[in-house]
């Protein structure tokens, strides 16, 4: 007898900020990169459950694949874990179907009706549930040192800015 192998997909939710067409014409990439990193990394809201994410994810491989990819993706389909407060999550799905379920995952726009618009990554595929928490664990550590180098680049740039202030009232 053959056993069915899995595939674990670590995933990600991210919020994209709305930019008006008049803030697109002011809009710095640089300096609002940085700034947008907290932006996109929020928690999720409650009504965001494993069942509301598995949900979605049918959806949309019904709406892109029709019913043969959504059958034969969807049935052995499961979501292991979800966080709404980091907005992270883990599927379980077949091996020969996770191009097809990640596919329709980047194509998720919105969850819920009455949500604002998501972006729906995936970060790492594993054959065991193991591999993809150490690489949630080390890309966690990375987007928090990115954190706190912006947040060091923006004290400093503060801090020349009030050096510069109090030079110009000196001269004055």
Do not use: W
């Not at 019913?67 to 499961?78: E, T, V, W």
């Not at 091996?95 to 998501?118: F, G, H, K």
Request: charged share 25%; net charge negative; aromatic share 6%.
């Amino acid at each position: 007898m053959v056993r069915v192998k899995h595939r674990y997909i670590l995933f990600d939710i991210l919020y994209p900020p709305s930019i008006s067409s008049n803030e697109q014409e002011s809009y710095d990439f640089t300096s609002s990169q940085q700034r947008s990193l907290l932006t996109l990394h929020q928690s999720s809201s409650p009504e965001i459950t494993q069942k509301t994410i598995l949900q979605g994810i049918r959806k949309s491989l019904y709406v892109h694949f029709g019913d043969i990819g959504s059958g034969s993706a969807g049935m052995l389909m499961s979501v292991r874990y979800f966080s709404n407060t980091t907005s992270t999550g883990i599927i379980r799905c077949d091996r020969d179907q996770v191009s097809t379920i990640v596919a329709a995952m980047s194509l998720i726009t919105r969850l819920n009706a009455n949500e604002p618009d998501v972006i729906m990554r995936c970060l790492h595929i594993s054959g065991t549930i193991k591999k993809c928490e150490e690489f949630s664990i080390r890309s966690s550590r990375e987007l928090m040192n990115k954190l706190g180098q912006a947040r060091a680049k923006e004290m400093n740039d503060f801090l020349q800015e009030v050096g510069e202030l109090s030079e110009d009232e000196e001269e004055e």
